[in-house]
Nanobody, 114 residues
Framework: QVQLVEPGGGLVQPGGSLRLSCVASGFTFSRYAMSWYRQAPGKERELVAH????????NYADSVKGRFTISRDNAKNTVYLQMNSLKPEDTAVYSC???????WGQGTQVIVSS
């Protein structure tokens, strides 16, 4: 059974940083690409970042380029999203996603506010 679990999230001030984690189980993690999505209130879900199985290639939404970094630790079956220079418009529910198995994490709330 494929599972994606996301501890973390929370409240952070504008300009601050936060790291999200997503722990995977039920499949051979290193073989598959992983993604982070987010959905802000009243908006459609958007792709934030994507990383290949070996971590050798990444891509980002224009809105987060230069501020967010996706990475993975295949030994820990974990994908991360390091978020720096956070803005109020980054407030959203963030979810990790495995495209191959159409699996989603439960989502974690990130609020950027002073």
């Amino acid at each position: 059974q494929v599972q994606l679990v996301e501890p973390g999230g929370g409240l952070v001030q504008p300009g601050g940083s936060l790291r999200l984690s997503c722990v995977a189980s039920g499949f051979t993690f290193s073989r598959y690409a992983m993604s982070w999505y987010r959905q802000a209130p009243g908006k459609e879900r958007e792709l934030v970042a994507h990383i290949t199985g070996d971590g050798g290639s990444t891509n980002y939404a224009d809105s987060v380029k230069g501020r967010f970094t996706i990475s993975r630790d295949n030994a820990k079956n974990t994908v991360y999203l390091q978020m720096n220079s956070l803005k109020p418009e980054d407030t959203a529910v963030y979810s990790c996603h495995n495209p191959r198995f159409a699996a989603w994490g439960q989502g974690t709330q990130v609020i950027v506010s002073s």
